[in-house]
């Protein structure tokens, strides 16, 4: 990701841990800084980050006017992230089952909110862009968990608050 000054932001992850870096270059991507510790991820209901692919792995960062990131995150069995706990069964199967999670960072990505549900089942490999009017445009693929399988588009008015 690249900041307005240039400097490029690269999220690191180590999958089947809870340990997410990142890295930092001023110089284009010629050399990057990687002595920032690791990034402190939020909780999902009061319980720690835990998802198979690493932090930064299968997701997607957006930077939001406001200079906030907005970090979306595919989640799936056997995570126990995973079950939205909304009182609906909990879908099996394979990998098409997979959710999205969001947290935000204030500070480069160094700290993560507390995660989120964003969408349902069955929604992920997001993907966010500004539209000339100033609004978002995010598309995702939606597979046929509860929903028409297919490429999906929403929109949001407020930099990506909903």
């Known amino acids: 990701m690249e900041l307005p000054d240039g400097t490029l932001l690269f999220g690191v992850a180590c999958n089947q841990t809870n340990l997410g870096y990142v890295w930092v270059s001023r110089d284009g991507g010629a050399t990057w800084d990687k002595s920032a510790p690791p990034v402190k991820m939020g909780t999902y209901h009061g319980r720690p980050y835990d998802n198979f692919d690493g932090f930064f792995s299968e997701d997607f960062t957006f930077r939001a006017q406001s200079g906030k990131l907005l970090h979306f995150i595919r989640c799936g069995p056997p995570s126990p992230m995973y079950p939205m706990e909304d009182g609906r069964a909990v879908p099996s199967g394979g990998d098409g089952i997979d959710r999205m999670l969001r947290c935000e960072s204030t ?14 089942y069955g929604m992920h490999y997001p993907r966010v862009i500004r539209l000339q009017d100033g609004r978002l445009l995010m598309t995702f693929t939606q597979r046929a968990v509860f929903y028409p399988i297919g490429l999906q588009a929403i929109l949001s008015h407020d930099d990506g608050e909903t």
Do not use: C, F, K
């Open 107 to 120: 500070d480069n990505g160094q700290t993560w909110s507390d995660l989120r549900d964003h969408g349902d």
